[in-house]
């Protein structure tokens, strides 16, 4: 989740994060015999063991230190990263790209977003800076509007090109002069060079877009999909969407695909494919009910089209995480539970 967070936003996850579970504990008036222990499988069938080396992605921030000139405040985590995503080409297993944050902020976001790739299997990594920020080289019109960027993801197309997202912003979220914009960057050198990016929506106070994933169409390379939530000040937050039906030559212009009302958002939006070339969305849904109590829940919308038109939302399950705390302080953490995750077996099936 993007921070900074409007105190609305805190308190509608702490209601959905200290729900409690009920029925966790059970009980009887006699003790239970012992389960026991599962027999341990022959020792023939035990796969050996392979000796392995961790092997550093990251290196020192390329970012001037206070390169943001802006005014969010806070501490800076110079050589923070965070947020890490990876994706592998699909037409050259030696070939992976990952992106993450870097420097991250104590009020929210970070400097920059930095890209590794490797074309060895990961024996060794270059690193270079896409221009989201204005601290990653960014200048008028192209990432030099923005102090801060957070949020990166990463996908291939089927031919091996990659795309990479961000959201880029100025300013604490929905104040007075604050922008926030969603921005895509094409490799199609497995991730060695990157294009300027590419504007998906740019909104000022009254809107504040969030929590983008970008999915690359496995089945035609024309196709890519970036979905987020779009917050408004006044309330609510659909999942808006964006494509470009050329292979990122253009991208079509962003619109909301699912609206749940001014009292209710949605966030984690992420798309996955069908082997039949069907789309699924996966989101969480935020409502505000009676006395400001929340209920959260995971719904799709399905797509028959590449994203043309898109179902009512289904119901996959109510969201009954209870989310981690300080074991200290009692505090809950920022820990993602409320982001679920979608994936596509081979035969069709999903799993969420």
């Keep these: 989740m ?37 027999p341990a499988p022959p020792a023939a069938t035990l796969p050996p063991l392979i000796a392995d ?8 921030t390329p970012f001037a230190a206070n390169c943001t000139g802006g005014t969010l405040g806070g501490t800076e985590y ?54 989201f920020t204005r601290c990653a080289g960014g200048n008028a019109g192209n990432g030099g509007d923005y102090e ?11 031919n091996g090109n990659a795309f990479q997202m961000a959201l880029a912003t100025q300013g604490a979220s929905l104040t007075p002069g604050s922008v926030s ?6 490799s199609t050198d497995s991730g060695r060079t990157w294009s300027n990016p590419s504007t998906l929506i740019r909104d000022g106070s009254l809107f504040f877009n969030d929590k983008n994933t970008i999915t690359a169409d496995p089945i035609d390379a024309n196709y890519v999909y970036a979905v987020w939530n ?35 958002q949605t966030i984690g939006n992420l798309i996955a494919v069908l082997p039949n ?19 959260a829940t995971l719904n799709v ?25 300080d074991p200290e302080t009692g505090t809950l953490i920022r820990d993602g539970a409320g982001l679920a995750q979608i994936a596509v077996a081979p035969n069709g099936y999903l799993f969420v």
């Design 2 to 38: 993007t921070e900074p967070m409007s105190a609305r936003r805190r308190s509608l996850w702490a209601a959905v994060l200290s729900a409690t579970v009920a029925g966790c504990g059970g009980g009887s008036d006699s003790a239970a015999p012992p389960i026991p222990p599962a």
């Design 53 to 60: 080396t961790a092997i550093r992605i990251s290196s020192d």
């Design 78 to 131: 110079r050589n923070a990263e965070v947020e890490p995503y990876a994706a592998v080409n699909p037409i050259n297993s030696a070939n992976t790209v990952a992106v993450w944050q870097q420097d991250r902020w104590s009020s929210g976001l970070s400097n920059g977003s930095v890209t590794g790739t490797t074309l060895d299997g990961g024996a060794t990594w270059s690193r270079t800076t896409v221009p």
């Design 148 to 158: 801060r960027a957070t949020d990166p993801w990463v996908t291939f197309s089927p």
């Design 181 to 186: 914009a969603m921005l895509v960057s094409r």
């Design 230 to 264: 779009r917050l408004a000040a006044s309330g609510g937050g659909p999942a808006f969407f964006a494509r470009t039906t050329d292979g990122g030559n253009t991208w079509e212009g962003a619109r909301s695909i699912f609206d749940p009302g001014p009292a209710s």
């Design 277 to 295: 070339g069907t789309l699924i969305n996966l989101f969480t849904q935020l409502d505000e009910g009676a006395g400001g109590q929340i209920t």
């Design 301 to 325: 919308l399905r797509s028959n089209d590449k994203g043309g038109s898109w179902s009512a939302p289904v119901r996959v399950s109510d969201l009954l995480s209870i989310g981690a705390r």
